[in-house]
């Protein structure tokens, strides 16, 4: 029986997420399989793997032979890195404890460059956040401005029609109080009698 590792498709419409199983060449994708060792969402950023470490090399050492993409999530894993360093202990070239300290060793420093990478990706998304922030204040800005202007020029076309309607009054007032002295002496006449 040839034995392959490969993803099973599950999730919903447009949001595919795999099963990594152990299945007969000859089954269907979503088909009959032998074991299931884990998951696989390539839907976040970075894709999340859910892997049964030991049960993956188990099955890589046997001789399952995996599809090209499962081949690039075992090795991510470091499945064939180990795989690789229980070949030298077999042929001698080192112990099982200095093998087990080079997986450590290079599983660390694949954390940190993922850790680095994740505080790099925060800091852009930060930055990019104060960046919109302060285009967005400026932008306030310029919009109170233009507020505070047409605000400042109605005050003071109200003002000017203000003082042009008491100019007028005061016009009006004017002409008016010349016009009551003439009178009074009209009515100051008949008083004399």
Do not use: C
């Amino acid at each position: 029986m040839a034995t392959k590792i490969r993803l099973q498709r599950r999730g919903r419409k447009s949001y595919a997420f795999y099963s990594i199983v152990i299945a007969d060449a000859r089954a269907p994708r979503d088909g009959k399989f032998t074991e299931k060792i884990g998951t696989y969402n390539p839907n976040t950023n970075p894709a999340t793997v859910d892997l049964n470490f030991d049960r993956a090399l188990y099955w890589v050492e046997v001789g399952a032979q995996p599809t090209d993409t499962v081949r690039n999530i075992l090795s991510r894993e470091g499945v064939y890195l180990m795989k690789h360093l229980r070949g030298g202990v077999k042929k001698g070239a080192f112990d099982e404890v200095a093998a087990q300290k080079k997986f450590d060793a290079w599983k660390a420093d694949k954390q940190k460059g993922l850790d680095k990478v994740a505080a790099e990706e925060a800091k852009a998304k930060k930055d990019a956040a104060a960046k919109e922030l302060a285009q967005e204040k400026k932008l306030n800005e310029e919009i109170a401005k233009k507020v505070a202007d047409k605000k400042a020029a109605a005050d003071a076309a109200k003002a000017e029609e203000e003082a042009a309607k008491a100019a007028e009054e005061a016009a009006a007032e004017a002409p008016a109080e010349e016009a009551a002295p003439a009178e009074a002496p009209v009515e100051e006449a008949p008083a004399a009698e």
